[in-house]
Antibody
Framework: EVQLVESGGGLVQPGGSLRLSCAAS????????MNWVRQAPGKGLEWVSY????????YYADSVKGRFTISRDNAKNSLYLLMNSLRAEDTALYYC??????????WGQGTLVTVSS | DIQMTQSPSTLSASVGDRVTITCRAS??????LAWYQQKPGKAPKLLIY???SLKSGVPSRFSGSGSGTEFTLTISSLQPDDFATYYC????????FGQGTKVEIK
């Protein structure tokens, strides 16, 4: 069974940093592209970032470009999102998703990031 | 960037109703359109991909149609488990979600 478990969320001040992690199991992690998707409280879904299986191809949404860094450790079956220069508008539930042919076919339960002073 | 616009934002319906949700893309995305269902407090689930292909295990009362810039999700006979929020998503050029359509009990 595919499992994705996010962690690392919490309360951070504006301008601060946070590193999210996603532990994957139940599939051959290195063979799959992965994404981060976020959802602000009471709002819709927003794609954040993509990484291919080797980590060599990466994309970001314009809203986070230059501030967020996606990475992965295939030996640890883990996906990461380093978030710098956080803003109030980054407050959201952050989901880790598995990418199958550009479709988000499996999702974690999410980790909540709150940016507030 | 490709923008996705769903309508309506909220839909009130009864069990057994036929329900249709529309999604429009700001430019042609061929058939690279997916639909997701999200229930409160839960992660989204993929229902339909490539505009009209049903994901394995999804009830056949769900169907999708369209191509280019206009797409629809239809639930032929609404069931109690279907009250949720539905999102369209383009994957022709990176990924963009629609703003969501909440299907609520009438």
């Amino acid at each position: 069974e595919v499992q994705l478990v996010e962690s690392g969320g919490g309360l951070v001040q504006p301008g601060g940093s946070l590193r999210l992690s996603c532990a994957a199991s139940g599939f051959t992690f290195r063979s799959y592209e992965m994404n981060w998707v976020r959802q602000a409280p009471g709002k819709g879904l927003e794609w954040v970032s993509y990484i291919d299986g080797s980590g060599s191809t990466i994309y970001y949404a314009d809203s986070v470009k230059g501030r967020f860094t996606i990475s992965r450790d295939n030996a640890k079956n883990s996906l990461y999102l380093l978030m710098n220069s956080l803003r109030a508008e980054d407050t959201a539930l952050y989901y880790c998703t598995r990418d199958e042919a550009n479709l988000f076919d499996s999702w974690g339960q999410g980790t909540l990031v709150t940016v507030s002073s | 960037d490709i923008q996705m616009t769903q309508s309506p934002s909220t839909l009130s319906a009864s069990v057994g109703d036929r329900v249709t949700i529309t999604c429009r893309a700001s430019q042609s995305i061929s058939s690279w359109l997916a639909w997701y269902q999200q229930k409160p407090g839960k992660a989204p689930k993929l229902l339909i991909y490539k505009a009209s292909s049903l994901k394995s295990g999804v009830p056949s009362r769900f169907s999708g149609s369209g191509s280019g810039t206009e797409f629809t999700l239809t639930i032929s006979s609404l069931q109690p488990d279907d009250f949720a929020t539905y999102y369209c998503q383009q994957y022709n050029s990176l990924w963009t979600f629609g703003q969501g359509t909440k299907v609520e009990i009438k």
